[in-house]
């Protein structure tokens, strides 16, 4: 077991300054963040059950995603397991799988002191004031009092018009899928209408509604087909409001042999990679999730050192090219 | 906070029950069985502090991979958590990123009990000492006194070749990357040659041999380019160790003007699908990795509950099809 003296030398610091930070005292902010650095990293306790005492921190930290599946979210807890570890902070991972009770089971946890913080992705608003005075920190996702990470989807919508545009499309879509809770995807709309309105480009909205399960394949197909004349697809450019969805309209596209991207423009949301780091899957609006990650982990760390902390985080997207919009001249 | 009568009442069983559990004694295999679970589920704790006593458990298993962005342990993960939840058990993520540091970082965590196991995949053999007796369960690797819970790799190889020699393949190869310490990728070689040698069928093998990093593409571009002899490829059926290697395969393979499925069949190693969830992305041997996680969470908690098990479980691998092998006639 690490003893106070090996916190010291870890931190380059007294035992007397390790001493103090573990009682409370005031010392100056950088040997404090050293000190609870090095007490994390080597699982330094106190005593505390000889003292009757609870430990007051557990460096463990709970993330609560729908499902790691799911390349993206695989791909940010990914980054999030890794700048939690330079703090010195472990990770329960847990998948909520879209059910209510999951998330609620670990916001229990939150309240027993069993964590000193959650960082969430998406996971019912109503469950959040169970996680008492834990700090919470949500990421693509604002709710009240919590603090935010999210990227900027507004912009996102608008940067797919402007790069489609850019390239000669001029009879635009937007395609949008599942349930409207994920506020953000709808705000990657508003940015596409507001594009298009600004430039006087023709538009339409494909929309699945409040429907959680969304569009599948089938409807997607009989979609396009419906907008088809004398074999040409209406539209010469399409933005979907993710990757996946993005790829299932490569797919009908191809099945209705329309080509992509000589007849049509394809722009996803995410940036998606082949196998999580290869080429992009498709030309994308890509979401920045390195520091996504690197900004909600800092975040929820000052929150549990109750620290200053800025409640909305949006951190800047960009155009990817995947193969699915024409090299602009 | 959840009573002892909390826990009796979701168990089915009467408080009395419940505290000879707490206490020890002796109950039913059942009882016992419902009781932990129920106590997990609704983090019931003891006034253990009060007490000076340490929790006896802390139902939190410590899941090692290399890391979650390879979609192979992503999909691992996945259902490991959801197992493990099922149990009560909670997860803490670790991705070793191939680095014994931060292996042996969580094997020090079991040897503070703040584990009650470990799940691992393929870490330093040398540090698995450090768990001290916090059970551990390997999964596709198998180690001194830990349990393991694999696929059947040798067979894997030799159902690679029964699927090529029964569409048409007769002059094969078997291509392998990376370190050798992951012994059990050199498995699915050794039935590759086995069954190459059975049926008296050519064969050769390509083989990075120790080196971590592995064939880079152009590595395997020129070794396949080497093998051409009049614009066509000596080899008519190819086995990899991993999809990936074979989807890196398949690209050079496009590169160089060879017609898969029609001149070369390839089949890969693990079946891995489109973004997790869709078709195969090759033709692959498929490892039950829904099957693996059940098996593996199912050990780990036989060993902290003390109860016996087996040491060594071998789950059966299936061919599936992904397009790079011709239909069987």
């Known amino acids: ?33 050293k000190v609870e650095e090095s007490v994390a990293r080597l699982g330094y ?22 499902d790691i599946l799911t390349p993206f979210f695989a791909c940010l807890v990914y980054y999030i397991e890794q700048e939690l570890y330079r703090y010195g902070y472990r990770m329960f991972l847990c998948q909520s799988m879209h059910e209510a009770k999951k998330d609620s089971y670990y916001l229990q946890l939150a309240r027993q002191n069993k964590v000193d913080g959650i960082l ?18 949500m990421i693509a996702r604002h709710l009240e009092n919590s603090v935010c990470v ?5 912009h996102g ?18 395609i949008r899928s599942g349930s409207h809770l994920s506020s953000e995807t709808l705000k990657r709309g508003a940015g596409f209408v507001a594009a298009c309105k600004e430039r006087g480009l023709a538009y339409e909205v494909m929309d699945s509604g409040d429907d959680a399960d969304g569009f599948n394949a089938e409807d997607i197909y009989d979609y396009l087909w419906e907008h088809m004349i004398d074999g040409k697809l209406e539209f010469d450019g399409i933005y979907t409001s993710t990757d996946g969805l993005g790829l299932t309209v490569l797919e009908q596209l191809r099945r209705l042999h329309i080509q992509v991207p000589k007849e049509v423009q394809l722009i996803g949301h995410d940036g998606l990679r082949h196998l999580n780091r290869g080429a992009y899957l498709i ?7 390195e520091d996504m990650a690197r900004a909600a ?3 929820v760390i000052h929150r549990i050192r109750k620290e200053p902390v800025q409640e909305m985080t949006v951190l800047p997207v960009t155009f990817v090219e995947g193969g699915t919009t024409r090299i602009k001249e």
């Open 297 to 299: 982990v800092e975040s």
């Open 45 to 66: 306790q106190m005593n505390y059950y000889a003292r009757g005492l609870k430990t007051p921190y557990t460096y463990t930290v709970a993330v609560i995603v729908p």
């Open 150 to 154: 999210t990227s900027d989807n507004f």
């Open 283 to 289: 030309s994308s609006i890509a979401q920045p999730v």
């Open 157 to 174: 919508g608008e940067l797919a018009v402007q790069e489609l545009a850019a390239r000669e499309s001029r009879r635009l879509l937007f």
């Open 120 to 137: 969430g992705i998406t996971f019912n608003t109503t469950e959040l004031s169970q996680a008492g005075d834990t700090p919470v920190v």
């Open 1 to 33: 077991m690490a003893t106070i003296k090996d916190v010291a030398n870890d931190a380059g610091v007294a035992v007397g300054t390790v001493s103090k930070v573990l009682n409370g005292h005031h010392v100056s902010e950088e040997n404090k963040r």
